[in-house]
């Protein structure tokens, strides 16, 4: 039986307005109603996440920031991870050639050394204003804590920053396309699958229990996990690959929970009348 729904935020559960259709609010309540869990995974920090929650009137664990962090349903934080900060900082010198938005995210900003109009437009896009910190290199010297570095511009120059990291850093980070335009930097070994496993670990959850919707190439990590993994019709052909399904909606893949659960009571009838 699958008893935990782990989902993704942009472009998998919200729709382009950062908005929950109400397909998708029938879909989560079927759930609750029939005693399935929700967590939320998202390269958004966990304050953002709690307001997807607030507005759709649900409960749920959050793993946010790639995986960096994970809150269980009542507020306790059961995981923080962080860059090592000679790394951070040697990254953050690397960065300083491209001219791409640059975040450096903590558990609760998403901080930017400069406004421009590019980020004016990055900024629409998030639920939280940039933290503004002209002096973010001498704190990052100083070990300030961040957990993810967050690119966003044309996408062959973001594969260019991904091809120079691996090659001048390797084994020290995990690198991928968030979205079309976004490229996340994250310490090496952390990821939505890793926090998953770990949460599902402290829930007393199997994998085998568990349901992953996703669209992108940081929900890779987390399809692998379990073979109840969906990906959305929107995403990349190769993330797509990763999946063992391919739906048009949340509220669809809800239906395959429903229908496999369905099928797994009905065995267990079956086999308890023999």
């Given amino acids: 039986m699958i008893k935990l729904i782990v989902s993704d935020l942009d472009g998998t559960l919200l729709d382009h307005h950062k ?116 002096e973010i290199e001498q704190s990052l010297k100083d070990a300030f804590p961040i957990c993810k570095f967050s690119l966003f511009g044309r996408v062959d120059v973001l594969l260019e920053i991904k091809k120079v990291l691996e090659n001048e850093l390797p084994d020290q980070l995990d690198i991928y396309l968030a979205d079309k335009d976004c490229l996340d930097i994250m310490p090496h070994q952390v990821s939505k699958g890793t926090s998953i496993l770990t949460l599902i670990a402290h829930l007393g959850f199997k994998p085998e229990e568990v349901a992953c919707f996703g669209d992108s190439f940081n929900d890779v990590s987390m399809f692998g996990i379990t073979p109840h993994s969906f990906a959305m019709h929107t995403a990349h052909a190769d993330v797509k690959k990763q999946a063992a399904y391919t739906v048009n909606s949340v509220s669809e893949a809800i239906a395959h929970v429903f229908a496999f659960n369905e099928k797994k009571t009905t065995e267990h009838k079956g086999s308890t009348v023999r």
């Fill in 19 to 134: 908005k929950v259709t109400e397909r998708e609010l029938n879909a989560l309540r079927q759930a609750k109603e029939a005693g399935i869990t929700l967590c939320l995974a998202s390269g958004r920090m966990n304050m953002e996440m709690q307001k997807v929650l607030q507005d759709i009137q649900h409960q749920g664990h959050s793993v946010s920031q790639n995986g960096a962090f994970i809150h269980l349903v009542d507020g306790t934080l059961l995981q923080a991870k962080l860059f090592e900060p000679s790394i951070a900082h040697q990254v953050f010198q690397k960065l300083k050639a491209y001219d791409v938005v640059k975040l450096i995210c903590t558990g609760d900003a998403n901080i930017i050394e400069s406004i421009s109009p590019a980020s004016d437009e990055i900024q629409a896009r998030m639920f939280e204003p940039f933290l503004l910190k002209s």
